[in-house]
């Protein structure tokens, strides 16, 4: 489960879009897979900057709190307001309604440097 259109990181979130315009952040589906049953997610307000590999939020599940890290430097247009009221969405639909922020990058070709579907497979399998 993980779909050729999208960039990853490392620390297992996506991030689909990049066209210069916002690009939105998830989780993976191997991330809340391992994470078990999310029951809180904190996120950042919209307009909060945030920096390439420095926590922008927590995801708590029964087994552990993790941090969520920004896969790339910007400001943060949007966040789903949704997952206040259900965050287990993040759990059925990882890489559609359990999206967690849109952010506007500061430089867009950022995303272009993050790890492809083939590159992230590699990585969970190894």
């Known amino acids: 489960m993980i779909p050729e259109d999208l ?10 879009g990049g066209d210069g315009g916002t690009v939105r952040v998830g989780i993976t589906h191997f991330a809340q897979d391992a994470l078990g049953d999310i ?3 904190q996120l950042p307000e919209a307009g909060t900057a945030v920096a390439a590999g420095e926590s922008l939020g927590e ?10 890290y920004a896969p790339i430097s910007g400001t943060v247009a949007a966040r789903n307001e ?7 969405v993040i759990n059925t639909d990882p890489y559609g309604a359990g ?5 506007t ?3 867009p070709a950022a995303v272009d440097g993050l790890l492809s579907a083939g590159a992230y497979r590699e990585l969970t399998e190894s």
């Not at 995801?59 to 969520?68: A, D, G, H, Q």
């Not at 949704?82 to 287990?88: K, N, R, S, V, Y």
């Not at 999206?99 to 952010?103: H, K, M, S």
């Open 59 to 68: 995801i708590e599940s029964t087994k552990s709190v993790s941090e969520i």
């Open 82 to 88: 949704a997952l206040g009221d259900t965050p287990e």
């Open 39 to 41: 029951v809180y997610v």
């Open 7 to 16: 960039r990853y990181t490392a620390e297992h979130e996506w991030v689909s």
């Open 99 to 103: 999206w967690l922020v849109e952010i």
């Open 105 to 107: 990058p500061d430089d």
